[in-house]
C-alpha cells in the first residue's frame, strides 16, 4: 500500500523560505514520477511542480524561480523548496505520486 507523508509546512512572513518533505513507502519510489499540489481555500486543487524518475521538472507559472523541487532515492522522498514566499502561496500542499496517490496535506500559510 502507497504512503505518503508530508512535513515542513507552517507559517512565514513574505519573503521567506520553507522547504516541504514528502516520505513515500509501499512502492519502488525511484521509477516513479512526484509531486507536489496545492489547494487555497475556494480554489480548485493547482499543479505546483512535478519530477520524473528520471529527473525531469515542471513548474507551475506562479512559482517558477521561487520554488525547486528535487528527490533523493536512497530516501524515497521528495522535497519542495519554497523561496520568496508570497501571500498567494497560501494552501494547502499535496505531495502526489503517479498516477493518482496522494499525502493527507500539509498547510502553507504566509502572512503579509
Known amino acids: 500500500q502507497v504512503q505518503l507523508v508530508e512535513s515542513g509546512g507552517g507559517l512565514v512572513q513574505a519573503g521567506g523560505s520553507l522547504r516541504l518533505s514528502c516520505a513515500a513507502s509501499g512502492s519502488i519510489f525511484s521509477i516513479n514520477a512526484m509531486g507536489w499540489y496545492r489547494q487555497a481555500p475556494g480554489k480548485m486543487r493547482e499543479l505546483v511542480a512535478t519530477?520524473?524518475?528520471?529527473?525531469?521538472?515542471i513548474y507551475a507559472d506562479s512559482v517558477k524561480g521561487r520554488f525547486t523541487i528535487s528527490r533523493d532515492n536512497t530516501k524515497n522522498t521528495v522535497y519542495l523548496q519554497m523561496n520568496s514566499l508570497k501571500p498567494e502561496d497560501t494552501a494547502v500542499y499535496y505531495c502526489?505520486?503517479?498516477?493518482?496517490?496522494w499525502g493527507q496535506g500539509t498547510q502553507v500559510t504566509v502572512s503579509s
Open positions: 502526489w505520486r503517479e498516477y493518482d496517490y
Open positions: 519530477i520524473s524518475s528520471g529527473g525531469s521538472t
